[in-house]
């Protein structure tokens, strides 16, 4: 299992950092990918990683503004946000795969990823 953490409430314009490590787990040999669902909307990507921290990939509307990053050392997954928006308001999901090809489609579809943690709740107020 994956375990979030760093969710919160916060205005427009601030900064947040998800983490996601696991209970036991190693998922250094994983890719990692962050989705995330608003209210009645379906689970959208975020953001992905490959295992070894040298491929990343992005939804276009969070460009330049999130970053992946992990320490296989630690074991964990970072997400920083940045210049939050009311749209980011959503449950952030970390999850956990071999995605075998190193595309953006295949890393951004969530039946790649085999492992989910439970969510954690992100709120940008305006």
């Known amino acids: 299992q994956l375990i979030e953490s760093g969710g919160g409430s916060v205005q427009a314009g601030s900064s947040l950092t998800l983490s996601c490590t696991t209970n036991?787990?190693?998922?250094?040999?994983?890719?990692v990918g962050w989705f995330r669902q608003a209210p009645g909307e379906e689970r959208e990507f975020v953001a992905a990683?490959?295992?070894?921290?040298?491929?990343?990939y992005y939804v276009d509307s969070v460009k330049g503004r999130f970053t992946i990053s992990r320490d296989n050392a630690k074991n964990t997954v970072d997400l920083r946000m940045a210049n939050l928006k009311p749209e980011d308001t959503a449950v952030y999901y970390c999850?956990?795969?071999?995605?075998?090809?190193?595309?953006?489609?295949?890393?951004?579809?969530?039946?790649?990823?085999?492992?989910w943690g439970q969510g954690t709740q992100v709120t940008v107020s305006s």
């Open positions: 999850s956990s795969g071999r995605v075998a090809v190193p595309t953006y489609s295949r890393y951004s579809s969530p039946s790649e990823y085999n492992f």
């Open positions: 036991g787990r190693v998922f250094s040999n994983d890719a």
């Open positions: 990683i490959n295992w070894s921290g040298g491929m990343t």
